[in-house]
């Protein structure tokens, strides 16, 4: 878990004006230093090329490539190595590790071949200055090398710290994007099924209705008296209509049946209605919880798949009340609204949102919604206004 502080110095480095104003610091403290120590014409150069030309290291991480040389070349124009040359180096070549403009091999190659030309120019400024310099063949010879491989060492290191930092943030990315997959996948797995035993309950709505109107019309043939035959037909063919029916939603459900060797419960258990909401409070405290029913408004007989619909999101609601708040009390509100709109709400005085063992939407509110926007209705869930867990729904029945 990071703390604010480091929270602010990420969001500092990745600001845009992040490499201009280190850049432009780094240059005017390489000019400073230039003023102070009166470097040669080549460091000089160098020394502000290496600096000013990190502020488009973002915009342009190729010009990290010109940073690292002009640094060795100022190195090369004087053997003190100035502080802005180490630094503007050592982010150049972080740059080029985390950029990947050249494979790191070929950086750390390139850069330790370019400090050994740095090292053979001291060599050769330090013989002009009568200092002992050993010759190649002698002994001690090697010493005279360890400038070149301090600073390969070095060089290496800065390369491989920003291929490690680009390393974790593509593999920080990868499961960001892994990870939305599977919940993208997941919801709309859970809403695939949820709308899978939508339609197989409504299956037995339907084809109950329909079988009863065949039934009808088959009767009515037989048993009201004085019928002309061209009203007989007319039953007959809405008998024969209403069997077509049936035969052609059966071939539907074939899509939607469950997985052989598992028990089908939904094609042939009664559907509940809002009659039996009391018993699912009364289960609701059987098993410990603390439940109460109000109901408000003129009760009214709502078709089959909005009885169906109220009691499958109060039940969904239950089941998450006792999932995420055990021992909250539970209050279920439905109001028959004047205007043709069932209103049902589920609250309940647990902690809230966010405070169960998952968080996110989760695949029981994304059922709820479903039921809802089978019948045009709209569901919300949230916070409660004091506090708690709110499940609302609207189901206007009266274009049912």
Known sequence: MRTPLQQRFRAWIAAPAYPWVTGGALTVGAVTELIVFRGSVTTTIGVLVSSASLMWRRSFPPVAVLTVAAGLLGFAGDINLYVSIMASGLIGCYTLGRTRVLHPAVTVAGAALGALCVNLVHINTWSRMDLPVPALWEKGSLSLFAESFLLTVVIFGAVM????????????????????????????????????????????????????????????????????????????????????????????????????????????????????????????????????LR????WVSLPAAWELSAYRIAQEALTNARKHAPGARTVVEIDYGADRLLTLRIHDDGPGPGSGPSSGAGHGLTGMRERAALVGGRLSAGAGPDGGFLVEAELPWGTG
């Open 295 to 298: 109901v408000t408004g003129e």
């Open 161 to 292: 710290m920003g291929d490690a930092v680009r390393s974790r943030e593509e593999t920080r990315r990868e499961r960001d994007l892994a990870q939305a997959q599977l919940i993208a996948m997941e919801r709309q797995q859970a809403a695939e099924a949820e709308r899978a035993a939508i339609a197989r309950e409504l299956h037995d709505i339907v084809s109950h209705s329909v079988s009863m109107i065949a039934v009808q019309a088959e009767s009515a043939t037989y048993t009201t008296p004085g019928l002309t035959p061209e009203a007989r037909d007319g039953f007959q063919q809405i008998a024969g209509t209403a069997r077509s029916s049936m035969a052609e939603l059966r071939r539907l459900l074939g899509v939607l049946r469950t997985p052989q060797g598992q028990e089908n419960t939904a094609l042939t258990a009664p559907q509940p209605t809002l009659d039996h909401l009391a018993e699912l409070v009364e289960q609701h405290r059987a098993v410990g919880g603390e439940a109460e």
